[in-house]
């Protein structure tokens, strides 16, 4: 298909360790993103990945990478309730005029105490 | 250093109304984006500009229109305003179309 595939809600407990799975497109991506959306806030930058790294990890947060299978995930350890948010994958597609972001629809990640 | 500013942050539009949502950045970015949120349907883009004098359509520009005015400010204008287009929009720069995007804080619109 020609989406940005996440599941659409995740639930966790404070502590545990949480998991966002997102399916992408394009193989020629060059990077591939996570963005965090607070509640009526704008999207903001989370962590990135280059598409010649498998792993990349940034504190609490793990990035991982199977080019083969399309396939990007986020882990998030020690999940903490200011860690609810919609959470969005998004691949750069190139066409045209030039490149865009093309996001998924988000997964909404709750945390509860 | 304000990032990316939007105005108006709320509106309410009565159907066939018109207004232009107005969006500027202050990085000296080259790129810039409208998207939509609509609940269940993630951003979708509407239009992009990758630099100064350039625009393009993105996945939904159907009743929009868009000027890139200069470097530094990109609007958004709907001509005659339909409840499908009640929305969530947020603008984004970029300094390259692969950079990182900020957005802005959005614009909350109501057609009725």
């Known amino acids: 298909g020609e989406d940005v595939e996440q599941s659409l809600f995740l639930s966790v407990r404070e502590g545990d360790s949480s998991v966002i799975n997102c399916t992408y497109t394009d193989s020629s991506s060059t990077y591939l993103y996570w963005y965090k959306q607070e509640p009526g806030a704008g999207l903001q930058l989370l962590t990135y990945i280059f598409s010649n790294m498998d792993m990349k990890q940034d504190q609490r947060l793990t990035v991982l990478l199977n080019k083969k299978d399309k396939h990007l995930s986020l882990r998030i350890a020690d999940t903490q309730t200011g860690d609810s948010a919609i959470y969005f994958c998004?691949?750069?597609?190139?066409?045209?005029?030039?490149?865009?972001?093309?996001f998924g629809k988000g997964t909404t990640l709750s945390v509860s105490s | 250093n304000a990032g990316v500013t939007q105005t108006p942050k709320f509106q309410v539009l009565k159907t066939g109304q018109s207004m232009t949502l107005q969006c500027a950045q202050d990085m000296n970015h080259n790129s810039m984006y409208w998207y939509r949120q609509d609940p269940g349907m993630g951003l979708r883009l509407i239009y992009y500009s990758a630099s100064e004098g350039t625009t393009d359509k993105g996945e939904v520009p159907n009743g929009y229109n868009v000027s890139r005015l200069n470097k530094r400010e990109f609007s958004l204008r709907l001509e005659s305003a339909a409840p499908s287009q009640t929305s969530v929009y947020f603008c984004?720069?970029?300094?390259?179309?692969?950079?990182?995007?900020?957005f802005g804080p959005g614009t909350r619109l109501t057609v009725t």
């Open positions: 984004a720069s970029s300094g390259t179309g692969t950079d990182e995007q900020y």
């Open positions: 998004a691949e750069i597609r190139a066409n045209q005029a030039g490149t865009a972001l093309i």
